[in-house]
């Protein structure tokens, strides 16, 4: 079984070479465009789901949903840094 840091390298390995493939900027980001609508899916969906209703309603709860989602994952990133297991 391989170690946390060999798969990493291996994985790091692994996006040099596709990325490689593309070139350019625009190339880059259209091949990423299909999980960045997923995702926008999925946080449209959650706002929904906690009850907005209009498409702007929707559009401003995902975009909070998402930066809340990104500061419980900057607060649990500094509490394991500090050494303490602490969680929002």
Same mark, same amino acid.
């Given at each position: 079984?391989?170690?946390? *840091?060999? =798969?990493? $390298? @291996? @994985?790091s390995i692994g996006? $040099?070479? +596709?990325?490689? !493939?593309?070139?350019?900027?625009?190339?880059?980001?259209? &091949? %990423? /465009?299909? *999980?960045? @609508?997923?995702? #926008?899916?999925?946080?449209? &969906?959650? #706002?929904? /789901?906690?009850?907005?209703? %209009?498409?702007?309603?929707?559009?401003e709860a995902a /975009?909070? $949903? !998402? =930066?809340?989602?990104?500061?419980?994952?900057a607060l649990a990133? *500094? *509490? #394991? +840094? +500090?050494? %303490?297991? =602490?969680? @929002?």
């Amino acid at each position: 079984m391989a170690t946390p *840091a060999q =798969r990493q $390298l @291996a @994985a790091s390995i692994g996006s $040099l070479t +596709r990325w490689s !493939r593309v070139h350019g900027a625009s190339a880059r980001r259209a &091949q %990423t /465009d299909p *999980a960045r @609508a997923a995702v #926008a899916r999925k946080w449209e &969906q959650k #706002a929904i /789901d906690a009850g907005a209703v %209009t498409p702007e309603e929707i559009a401003e709860a995902a /975009d909070r $949903l !998402r =930066r809340a989602h990104y500061r419980r994952m900057a607060l649990a990133s *500094a *509490a #394991a +840094r +500090r050494g %303490t297991a =602490r969680t @929002a």
